[in-house]
């Protein structure tokens, strides 16, 4: 993939992301017995991104769809939340990954970062409330993000195997991986 290439593919993959993010605020909230909760759809494309990008271009679309979404219906305490969540949960997607498809998943990885999310908007919560108290909150949001990581994962593996460019950015992402594994 050229430079120009894989430019364009992560502004496409981040003005989608920041589509996704805006239309899922407009939702009401769809779990009335967990205020707050959402679905978390955006993560559909940091899934794609990981596993057709390398780690880097993968971070940058989380960025730039954490950024656009805020500036374009956000607030500084929504972006406050929405980086611990995003960062923590990314890093932990990251990382499950590593552990390689014969261990995990795609399904399991968007799980991971469905719950790791939760604990980064849980942990800035309890720094802005000066209380832990606010992780008693955990199981039920754990309930919903496992829930929610499941169907995410299930989508974003669909539209990897049916999505024939998607196949093409995935295998080139593995090939370069392994020559840098070598390398």
């Known amino acids: 993939m050229t430079k120009n290439q894989r430019l364009v593919y992560i502004a496409l993959l981040a003005s989608q992301a920041v589509i996704i993010s805006l239309l899922e605020r407009a939702i009401p909230f769809p779990f009335a017995f967990a205020p707050g909760a959402k679905l978390g759809l955006a993560n559909i494309i940091t899934c794609l991104a990981l596993y057709t990008l390398s780690t880097k271009d993968a971070f940058k679309v989380v960025a730039i769809r954490l950024c656009l979404a805020t500036l374009l219906g956000g607030t500084l305490s929504t972006f406050m939340y929405s980086a611990s969540g995003a960062l ?18 795609l399904i399991g990885v968007s799980t991971t970062g469905a719950i790791l999310h939760n604990i980064g908007q849980l942990a800035v919560a309890g720094f802005v409330a000066q209380t832990w108290t606010v992780f008693l909150y955990l199981p039920v949001l754990s309930f919903i993000g496992i829930l929610s990581g499941i169907a995410i994962g299930i989508l974003a593996n669909y539209l990897i195997t049916h ?11 593995e090939i370069n991986e392994s020559s840098n594994e070598r390398g």
């Open 163 to 173: 999505v024939e460019k998607l196949q093409y950015y995935r295998d080139l992402s």
């Open 88 to 105: 923590l949960s990314f890093i932990g997607m990251w990382g499950a990954k590593q552990l390689g498809t014969k261990r995990i998943s």
